[in-house]
Protein backbone atom coordinates (compact mmCIF):
# COMPACT_ATOMS: atom_id res chain seq x y z
CA UNK A 1 0.00 0.00 0.00
CA UNK A 2 1.43 3.25 -1.27
CA UNK A 3 1.36 6.17 1.29
CA UNK A 4 2.01 9.92 -0.50
CA UNK A 5 0.70 13.54 0.41
CA UNK A 6 -0.45 15.15 -2.27
CA UNK A 7 -1.76 18.22 -0.65
CA UNK A 8 -0.66 19.09 2.93
CA UNK A 9 2.51 18.23 5.07
CA UNK A 10 2.83 16.33 7.97
CA UNK A 11 5.58 16.97 9.83
CA UNK A 12 5.49 14.66 12.97
CA UNK A 13 7.37 11.39 12.56
CA UNK A 14 5.36 10.10 15.04
CA UNK A 15 1.60 10.77 13.32
CA UNK A 16 3.35 9.02 9.73
CA UNK A 17 3.82 5.81 12.53
CA UNK A 18 0.59 5.72 13.52
CA UNK A 19 -0.88 5.97 9.94
CA UNK A 20 1.62 3.41 9.13
CA UNK A 21 0.29 0.95 11.93
CA UNK A 22 -3.28 1.93 10.73
CA UNK A 23 -2.36 0.79 7.31
CA UNK A 24 -0.80 -2.56 8.88
CA UNK A 25 -3.83 -3.02 10.75
CA UNK A 26 -5.96 -3.44 7.61
CA UNK A 27 -3.38 -6.51 6.88
CA UNK A 28 -1.43 -4.21 4.35
CA UNK A 29 2.34 -3.48 4.22
CA UNK A 30 3.22 0.28 3.92
CA UNK A 31 5.28 1.66 1.68
CA UNK A 32 6.33 5.24 2.08
CA UNK A 33 6.67 7.64 -0.71
CA UNK A 34 10.33 9.42 -1.05
CA UNK A 35 8.75 12.86 0.31
CA UNK A 36 6.31 12.09 2.92
CA UNK A 37 7.18 14.34 5.76
CA UNK A 38 8.55 16.73 3.53
CA UNK A 39 7.78 20.34 4.25
CA UNK A 40 7.50 23.65 1.61
CA UNK A 41 5.06 26.04 2.20
CA UNK A 42 1.89 25.05 3.57
CA UNK A 43 2.68 21.72 0.97
CA UNK A 44 3.96 18.38 1.54
CA UNK A 45 7.15 19.02 -0.90
CA UNK A 46 7.27 21.08 -4.12
CA UNK A 47 4.65 19.92 -6.58
CA UNK A 48 6.87 17.85 -8.96
CA UNK A 49 8.33 15.82 -5.67
CA UNK A 50 4.93 15.31 -4.62
CA UNK A 51 4.19 14.15 -7.82
CA UNK A 52 7.01 12.24 -8.35
CA UNK A 53 6.00 10.34 -5.36
CA UNK A 54 2.57 9.39 -7.13
CA UNK A 55 4.25 8.92 -10.25
CA UNK A 56 6.82 5.99 -8.48
CA UNK A 57 3.81 4.54 -6.92
CA UNK A 58 1.88 3.92 -9.83
CA UNK A 59 4.95 2.60 -11.46
CA UNK A 60 5.83 0.29 -9.02
CA UNK A 61 4.02 -2.96 -9.48
CA UNK A 62 4.72 -4.40 -5.77
CA UNK A 63 2.25 -1.21 -4.72
CA UNK A 64 -1.60 -2.75 -5.41
CA UNK A 65 -3.22 0.52 -4.28
CA UNK A 66 -2.21 4.21 -3.26
CA UNK A 67 -3.83 5.84 0.27
CA UNK A 68 -3.23 9.56 0.95
CA UNK A 69 -2.15 10.77 4.25
CA UNK A 70 -4.06 13.80 4.41
CA UNK A 71 -6.00 16.71 2.36
CA UNK A 72 -5.45 20.30 3.01
CA UNK A 73 -5.04 22.05 -0.20
CA UNK A 74 -2.37 21.21 -3.06
CA UNK A 75 -3.70 18.22 -5.37
CA UNK A 76 -4.98 20.21 -8.26
CA UNK A 77 -1.22 21.29 -8.52
CA UNK A 78 0.15 18.56 -9.42
CA UNK A 79 -2.08 17.53 -12.20
CA UNK A 80 -0.12 19.02 -14.78
CA UNK A 81 2.98 17.20 -13.37
CA UNK A 82 1.39 13.13 -13.24
CA UNK A 83 2.67 10.80 -15.52
CA UNK A 84 -0.71 9.92 -17.23
CA UNK A 85 0.70 7.29 -19.36
CA UNK A 86 2.49 5.06 -16.62
CA UNK A 87 -0.90 5.77 -14.36
CA UNK A 88 -3.06 4.16 -17.20
CA UNK A 89 -0.19 1.24 -17.78
CA UNK A 90 -0.80 0.40 -13.96
CA UNK A 91 -4.44 0.65 -12.75
CA UNK A 92 -4.44 0.92 -8.64
CA UNK A 93 -7.18 2.07 -6.64
CA UNK A 94 -6.21 5.86 -5.48
CA UNK A 95 -7.77 6.79 -1.60
CA UNK A 96 -8.99 9.49 0.26
CA UNK A 97 -10.82 12.50 0.10
CA UNK A 98 -11.48 16.61 0.46
CA UNK A 99 -8.19 17.70 -1.32
CA UNK A 100 -7.62 14.54 -2.85
CA UNK A 101 -10.81 15.05 -5.07
CA UNK A 102 -8.90 16.83 -7.68
CA UNK A 103 -6.89 13.69 -7.95
CA UNK A 104 -10.20 11.67 -8.43
CA UNK A 105 -11.95 13.95 -10.35
CA UNK A 106 -8.88 14.10 -13.04
CA UNK A 107 -8.54 10.34 -12.47
CA UNK A 108 -11.80 9.73 -14.15
CA UNK A 109 -11.32 12.06 -16.79
CA UNK A 110 -7.79 10.70 -17.41
CA UNK A 111 -6.88 7.32 -16.51
CA UNK A 112 -9.80 5.35 -17.01
CA UNK A 113 -10.25 3.30 -13.90
CA UNK A 114 -12.10 3.75 -10.64
CA UNK A 115 -10.75 5.62 -7.73
CA UNK A 116 -12.04 5.44 -4.10
CA UNK A 117 -13.60 8.24 -1.89
CA UNK A 118 -12.68 7.40 1.72
CA UNK A 119 -11.09 8.55 4.39
CA UNK A 120 -7.60 9.72 4.08
CA UNK A 121 -5.29 7.09 5.72
CA UNK A 122 -4.85 9.85 8.46
CA UNK A 123 -8.17 10.24 9.23
CA UNK A 124 -10.15 7.81 11.93
CA UNK A 125 -11.33 4.66 10.51
CA UNK A 126 -14.71 3.61 12.21
CA UNK A 127 -17.03 0.56 11.44
CA UNK A 128 -19.13 1.75 8.48
CA UNK A 129 -16.24 3.71 6.66
CA UNK A 130 -13.97 0.61 7.08
CA UNK A 131 -16.50 -1.75 6.19
CA UNK A 132 -17.95 0.10 2.92
CA UNK A 133 -13.70 0.05 2.10
CA UNK A 134 -13.21 -3.45 2.36
CA UNK A 135 -16.35 -4.32 0.42
CA UNK A 136 -14.87 -2.09 -2.60
CA UNK A 137 -11.62 -2.62 -2.12
CA UNK A 138 -10.88 -6.03 -0.53
CA UNK A 139 -13.98 -7.96 -1.52
CA UNK A 140 -14.85 -6.91 -5.21
CA UNK A 141 -18.35 -6.60 -3.94
CA UNK A 142 -21.41 -4.63 -5.57
CA UNK A 143 -22.88 -3.22 -2.26
CA UNK A 144 -26.25 -0.80 -1.57
CA UNK A 145 -24.58 1.61 1.03
CA UNK A 146 -27.38 3.69 3.07
CA UNK A 147 -26.99 5.48 6.42
CA UNK A 148 -28.48 3.43 9.21
CA UNK A 149 -31.82 3.48 10.26
CA UNK A 150 -33.15 6.60 11.93
CA UNK A 151 -35.53 4.88 13.62
CA UNK A 152 -38.55 7.02 12.11
CA UNK A 153 -39.68 7.60 8.93
CA UNK A 154 -40.75 11.42 9.92
CA UNK A 155 -38.66 14.11 7.85
CA UNK A 156 -39.53 16.79 10.31
CA UNK A 157 -37.70 14.85 13.18
CA UNK A 158 -34.37 15.52 13.89
CA UNK A 159 -32.08 12.73 14.03
CA UNK A 160 -28.99 11.71 12.95
CA UNK A 161 -28.64 9.60 9.88
CA UNK A 162 -31.40 11.03 8.48
CA UNK A 163 -31.99 11.63 4.41
CA UNK A 164 -33.99 13.23 2.81
CA UNK A 165 -35.70 13.64 -0.90
CA UNK A 166 -35.17 16.35 -2.75
CA UNK A 167 -36.57 14.87 -5.71
CA UNK A 168 -37.54 10.52 -5.17
CA UNK A 169 -36.91 8.23 -7.89
CA UNK A 170 -34.30 5.95 -8.93
CA UNK A 171 -31.27 7.15 -11.55
CA UNK A 172 -28.14 4.89 -12.93
CA UNK A 173 -24.80 6.72 -14.45
CA UNK A 174 -21.57 6.74 -13.47
CA UNK A 175 -21.01 8.31 -10.06
CA UNK A 176 -18.30 11.56 -9.76
CA UNK A 177 -17.48 14.49 -7.54
CA UNK A 178 -16.65 14.86 -4.10
CA UNK A 179 -15.99 18.10 -2.08
CA UNK A 180 -17.77 20.80 -4.00
CA UNK A 181 -14.92 23.58 -3.36
CA UNK A 182 -12.37 21.73 -4.90
CA UNK A 183 -14.70 20.39 -7.74
CA UNK A 184 -15.85 23.87 -8.51
CA UNK A 185 -12.22 25.30 -8.57
CA UNK A 186 -11.84 22.50 -11.70
CA UNK A 187 -14.48 24.16 -13.82
CA UNK A 188 -13.28 25.55 -17.00
CA UNK A 189 -9.81 23.55 -16.89
CA UNK A 190 -9.13 20.07 -18.70
CA UNK A 191 -9.07 18.09 -15.80
CA UNK A 192 -12.61 17.26 -15.24
CA UNK A 193 -14.40 14.31 -16.81
CA UNK A 194 -17.37 14.16 -18.38
CA UNK A 195 -20.65 14.57 -16.36
CA UNK A 196 -23.17 13.78 -18.60
CA UNK A 197 -25.64 11.37 -17.53
CA UNK A 198 -23.34 11.08 -14.32
CA UNK A 199 -24.81 10.72 -10.78
CA UNK A 200 -22.96 13.63 -9.11
CA UNK A 201 -22.16 13.64 -5.53
CA UNK A 202 -21.12 16.64 -3.36
CA UNK A 203 -20.14 17.21 0.21
CA UNK A 204 -18.23 20.18 1.70
CA UNK A 205 -16.77 21.39 5.36
CA UNK A 206 -16.45 25.40 6.79
CA UNK A 207 -18.34 27.10 3.91
CA UNK A 208 -20.86 29.89 4.83
CA UNK A 209 -24.09 29.92 2.79
CA UNK A 210 -23.72 32.19 0.75
CA UNK A 211 -20.22 30.40 -0.47
CA UNK A 212 -22.18 27.22 -1.42
CA UNK A 213 -24.81 29.43 -2.83
CA UNK A 214 -21.76 30.74 -5.33
CA UNK A 215 -20.50 27.31 -5.67
CA UNK A 216 -23.85 25.88 -6.44
CA UNK A 217 -24.22 28.63 -8.93
CA UNK A 218 -21.22 28.23 -10.51
CA UNK A 219 -22.33 24.46 -11.35
CA UNK A 220 -25.37 25.18 -12.48
CA UNK A 221 -23.79 28.44 -14.61
CA UNK A 222 -21.34 26.10 -16.22
CA UNK A 223 -23.59 23.65 -17.46
CA UNK A 224 -22.91 20.64 -15.44
CA UNK A 225 -26.20 20.19 -13.00
CA UNK A 226 -28.05 20.05 -16.15
CA UNK A 227 -26.15 17.27 -18.27
CA UNK A 228 -26.53 14.61 -14.47
CA UNK A 229 -29.21 12.00 -14.19
CA UNK A 230 -28.71 12.41 -10.40
CA UNK A 231 -27.59 14.16 -7.31
CA UNK A 232 -26.42 13.27 -3.68
CA UNK A 233 -25.12 15.78 -1.16
CA UNK A 234 -23.44 14.54 1.45
CA UNK A 235 -22.89 16.40 4.71
CA UNK A 236 -21.67 20.04 4.86
CA UNK A 237 -20.17 19.81 8.09
CA UNK A 238 -19.83 23.71 10.17
CA UNK A 239 -20.96 25.15 6.89
CA UNK A 240 -22.62 28.66 8.79
CA UNK A 241 -22.27 32.28 8.37
CA UNK A 242 -21.32 32.63 12.01
CA UNK A 243 -23.48 36.15 12.48
CA UNK A 244 -25.90 36.38 15.14
CA UNK A 245 -29.70 36.44 14.04
CA UNK A 246 -28.58 35.24 10.84
CA UNK A 247 -31.82 35.02 8.78
CA UNK A 248 -30.62 34.03 4.68
CA UNK A 249 -30.60 30.72 2.97
CA UNK A 250 -29.94 27.85 5.00
CA UNK A 251 -28.07 24.75 2.91
CA UNK A 252 -31.25 22.38 2.88
CA UNK A 253 -33.07 25.89 1.16
CA UNK A 254 -30.33 26.18 -1.65
CA UNK A 255 -29.86 22.20 -2.64
CA UNK A 256 -33.97 22.56 -2.77
CA UNK A 257 -33.55 25.53 -5.26
CA UNK A 258 -30.97 24.48 -7.62
CA UNK A 259 -31.67 20.87 -7.25
CA UNK A 260 -36.03 20.84 -7.42
CA UNK A 261 -35.60 22.31 -10.61
CA UNK A 262 -33.58 19.69 -12.93
CA UNK A 263 -36.15 17.17 -12.65
CA UNK A 264 -33.82 14.35 -11.54
CA UNK A 265 -33.33 12.27 -8.56
CA UNK A 266 -31.40 13.92 -5.80
CA UNK A 267 -31.26 13.56 -2.02
CA UNK A 268 -29.18 15.13 0.72
CA UNK A 269 -28.17 13.67 3.83
CA UNK A 270 -26.14 10.71 2.79
CA UNK A 271 -23.26 9.92 5.30
CA UNK A 272 -20.52 11.66 3.00
CA UNK A 273 -18.07 14.18 3.73
CA UNK A 274 -16.09 15.56 6.83
CA UNK A 275 -18.10 13.47 9.32
CA UNK A 276 -17.12 10.10 11.36
CA UNK A 277 -18.14 6.98 9.87
CA UNK A 278 -18.38 8.23 6.19
CA UNK A 279 -19.24 5.92 3.62
CA UNK A 280 -16.21 4.77 1.17
CA UNK A 281 -17.60 5.47 -2.74
CA UNK A 282 -16.13 4.48 -5.92
CA UNK A 283 -15.64 7.39 -7.92
CA UNK A 284 -15.89 6.65 -11.63
CA UNK A 285 -17.83 3.53 -11.33
CA UNK A 286 -21.70 2.48 -12.35
CA UNK A 287 -24.20 2.90 -9.52
CA UNK A 288 -27.83 3.21 -8.90
CA UNK A 289 -29.43 5.53 -6.11
CA UNK A 290 -32.75 5.70 -5.18
CA UNK A 291 -33.71 9.40 -3.65
CA UNK A 292 -36.56 7.80 -1.77
CA UNK A 293 -34.34 5.64 0.41
CA UNK A 294 -31.24 7.59 0.32
CA UNK A 295 -29.69 4.55 -1.00
CA UNK A 296 -26.07 4.23 -3.49
CA UNK A 297 -26.37 0.52 -4.89
CA UNK A 298 -22.74 0.22 -6.20
CA UNK A 299 -23.43 -1.72 -10.01
CA UNK A 300 -19.89 -2.87 -11.06
CA UNK A 301 -17.10 -4.18 -9.34
CA UNK A 302 -13.99 -1.77 -8.68
CA UNK A 303 -11.69 -4.62 -8.42
CA UNK A 304 -11.18 -7.87 -9.98
Known sequence: MGLVEPAAFSDDPAQIEMVKATIEGMGLVPKVGAHVGTRYGYLAGT???????????????????????RGGWGSARLLPHLDWETIR?????????SDITALHLAFAARAGFATIHAPNAGNSWPKISWE??????????TPTFRNPATGTPDPAVQ???QTVAIRPGKARGRLLGGNLSVLTALVGTPWLPDFDGAILFLEDTGEAQYRIDRMLSQLALSGILDRVAGVVFGQCTRCAAGVEDYSG??????LEHYLAPLGVPAFRGANIGHVANQLSLPVGARVEIDAGLGSIRILEPVTA
Open 47 to 69: DRQRAADLNAMFGDDSVRAVFAV
Open 89 to 97: AGPKLLIGF
Open 132 to 141: SLWHLAFAGA
Open 159 to 161: ERW
Open 249 to 254: FTVPEL
